[in-house]
């Protein structure tokens, strides 16, 4: 699979597919793909498990919706089992706000 920098090159690493980049995506100089383009920076080579690991443990920032605090990705996959507790609290009411917002200066041409 030939890629620039398409979250696709991931998904096709993930399914043990040959992935060339021509550009610089995150997934690219760990010597999982065939790199067109040099990146000097990256000079460590990385298991796939290390890199999905990375990529969606390590490196997200989330937000338990429950307590609205900083919380682990595992939580956030047990509060799914849960969609009650996506409705509730002071970020989903945030959230609502902010597309019923999003709509009405859309619907004014305020947004392009």
């Known amino acids: 699979m030939h890629t620039i920098t398409s979250l696709t090159g991931f998904e096709a690493l993930l399914r043990?597919?040959?992935v060339a980049c021509h550009g610089?995506?995150?997934?690219?100089?760990?010597?999982?793909?065939e790199d067109r383009q040099?990146?000097?920076?990256r000079v460590r080579r990385l298991s796939?498990?290390?890199?999905?690991?990375?990529?969606?443990i390590a490196y997200p920032r989330c937000m338990d919706p429950v307590t609205e605090l900083p919380c682990p990705p595992?939580?956030?996959?047990?509060r799914l089992t849960h969609p009650a507790v996506?409705?509730?609290g002071r970020?989903?009411?945030?959230r609502r706000w902010q597309g019923r917002l999003m709509g009405a200066l859309a619907r004014r041409g305020w947004l392009r």
Do not use: C, I, N
């Open 16 to 18: 043990g597919k040959r």
């Open 24 to 33: 610089m995506p995150f997934y690219s100089g760990w010597g999982l793909t």
């Open 38 to 41: 040099v990146l000097p920076r």
């Open 48 to 56: 796939l498990d290390a890199l999905v690991a990375g990529a969606l």
């Open 74 to 78: 595992e939580v956030l996959v047990d």
């Open 86 to 88: 996506w409705k509730a």
């Open 91 to 94: 970020a989903a009411v945030l």
